[in-house]
């Protein structure tokens, strides 16, 4: 049975950049304690955390550190260093959740690919690349276009290059430039993810939501997502089925395809909370980071019941280049009923950095395609130029 | 038009206890940073929050150094020291909000009444107590039992004391030991509050709860309360009244008594945010935290509408003497759907203390009294005792 104490438990994480804030805001009212550890100092989580310790993701010393610290220790970021991880676990006894052979079958697309297709996860056709010619064997047997995929390292969409046909496959390969594997094209519906959490003997999801990209970032999330019944369950399904394959506790967010024909695809998995999550904090009846921290420590998992119509939009870096962060204009956020506003406490804004969110909880009558239309509006109408 | 930066703005609070503590919750996601100043080291704020300044409340070194770090100050305690305040206040340039003169009205709860009373706010017959005739002359005026009241220092009911008869005037009187008051005893339907709030140029009022009090302490709010909807109007009219009164910008907790005749009257006002509004958190589209923050920085305020039917229960000391703090049997309260801790970060329990509280926001189709009946249940499921 679950004893509360002062101080409560304290969960040491690898990264202090958003997530690691918004699990933080999270934990404090269960009384749990968070600290840190990242680079740079002064992150994002600090101001909200109980401390940073400044080193690097990979920093064994720092790592060693924090694990002194914790009952328990995650990550937010795929940065972790697996190998650091297992060992300090090991060596300190402080356990970590995900596994951090999770992170190890993650980290490389193809073998994350494999696992999952092994274990009977719907995945779209793929293969190794070792040279072109198994690109242009991929747009043989999968038609052309086909998704060249860096294996590791990808991010935001980054190393994932299309390739229209066979000519184009050398200068692709060269542009992803290290160990890579194609895909074929999915031609989808639309881009939806389930975020799932595995907890003590336990699993729970939150209901689907439908991501909407461009130039491969995420710009909104809307819950419910148009998909009918039938593909929500499927996706669920599917998602029961990652976490099958998934070794420790921990939220995950899972990115799937709904094809044209209906089906689901698995697309990405992250092994932590996700950006198509942050919707949960008003939009659900517990957040994806509440969940997070009480599966890491292995308390009971929360209801994940959908409170109502909700959206959420990305604020992102509108610069050309880097420049302290001034985002201008947020008073028609401020003033707008429902909307809430979360700001990451990032100093630089950067071309596309993630700089914070809007989610707007729908009150009664309200529909997604109405929200959508206020978060957009919203979205357009701050800045982070001086103009 | 308000701008977004790194480091955001900073609220400086006097008083570092749970209100403190759920202010800078509400705060980070806006990027607003909380710096505390509480005598006890590692107050519950402290893990929180920016930084804490370890100081008493009138200290007035302290407080010169908390205005120095902070764009705008407030208080979460009626003991902070309106004169200081108001010395610090000139001196540094930072405003302080509410006003530190409404927190001398209010302080003295015969000053209260009157300037309330002046202002057509509805309250129960009063009078100052000088002597113990004075109680004997409200008691032929009002009828008997009438509640005699310390002007200063009452909380949580201390130092409300109902006087049955004239016989008992003297000693009742000497139990109060300071200046008095004496209030016609309220014949009430049921106790309510609303939380209302006074922003820049605009007003803001959460639905009312109904609360349930024991031993003159705050156990539950039930949203909505019982009452009908022109108690209701009447009880949101009167706190518009209230807050004419009130200097300053911020949240003001506003406890009134719907009597049996279905009249509104004024019990207390709080210049703060309140026990009986912490159920705004999940239950209404805004917290009154939120709130607070936003009316003391002059932000735009945010909406109030409720989400869904709320019951907040407190978790109470509920030991024989003070002793180290662990709460048993939490899994009751994780495992049951939609219901929210708070844990408050106290080391300490004592007889009656607030040590934390939970929010049960109802679900489709979920009642009032089903969730006030849940709510109860998992009040007496947890405990500080051993055994």
Redesign the interface.
């Known amino acids: ?8 438990p304290t969960l040491g994480v690898v990264g202090g950049g958003q997530l690691g ?2 699990l ?2 999270a934990a ?4 749990v ?1 968070v600290v840190v550890l990242d680079p740079t100092p002064d992150c994002p989580a600090a ?2 955390a ?1 401390d940073q310790i400044v080193a690097d993701f990979d920093d064994e010393t720092g790592i060693r550190e924090l694990a002194a610290r914790a009952d328990a220790l995650t990550f937010e970021i795929e940065l972790a260093d697996q190998d650091v991880l297992e060992r300090v676990a090991e060596d300190s006894g402080t356990p970590v959740h995900p596994d951090p052979a999770t992170l190890e079958t993650i980290h490389d697309k193809l073998v994350q690919k494999r696992a999952l297709e092994e274990a009977g996860v719907p995945v779209p056709p793929f293969r190794a690349v070792e040279d072109a010619d198994d690109i242009r064997d991929a747009i043989d047997d999968y038609g052309a276009p086909v998704m060249l995929k860096a294996r590791t390292g990808g991010y935001d969409g980054r190393g994932n290059v299309p390739v229209e046909s066979k000519a184009d496959a050398v200068e692709a390969l060269e542009s992803v430039a290290g160990p890579a594997m194609v895909e074929s094209f999915v031609d989808f519906e639309r881009e939806i993810s389930v975020i799932a959490v595995k907890g003590d003997g336990e699993t729970a999801a939150f209901p689907i939501g439908e991501n909407v990209h461009e130039d491969e970032i995420l710009r909104e999330t809307i819950v419910p997502a148009g998909s009918d019944e039938a593909v929500e369950r499927r996706a669920l399904e599917v998602a029961e089925d990652v976490l099958e394959v998934m070794d420790g506790r921990g939220v995950y967010g899972i990115e799937l395809f709904e094809t044209t024909g209906g089906e689901v695809l698995l697309n990405e998995i992250a092994p932590r909370p996700h950006n198509s999550g942050h919707w949960t ?1 008003e939009g659900a ?2 957040s994806q980071f509440e969940q997070h921290a ?1 599966a890491v420590l292995g ?2 998992l ?2 994940t ?1 959908l ?2 119509p909700t959206v959420s939009v990305n604020l992102l870096g509108d610069v050309a280049e880097s420049r ?8 028609r956020i ?2 707008t ?2 909307a ?8 630089q804004v950067r071309p596309l950095r993630k700089m ?1 969110h809007v989610t707007i ?1 729908g ?1 009664e009558g309200e529909t997604p395609d109405e929200l959508l239309e206020t978060a957009r509006e919203l979205e357009r109408s701050v800045t982070f130029t001086s103009e």
Do not use: C, F
């Not at 302290?324 to 008073?331: H, I, K, S, Y």
């Open positions: 049975m679950t004893t509360l104490r002062t101080p409560g804030r918004m933080a805001e404090a009212p269960l009384g304690e101001p909200v109980r904090i009846q517990s009480r308390w009971p929360a209801a019941d409170r109502s302290d962060a001034e985002l201008r204009n947020v008073d401020l003033e009923p429902a809430n506003l979360h700001w990451y406490g990032k100093r914070g909880a009150r």
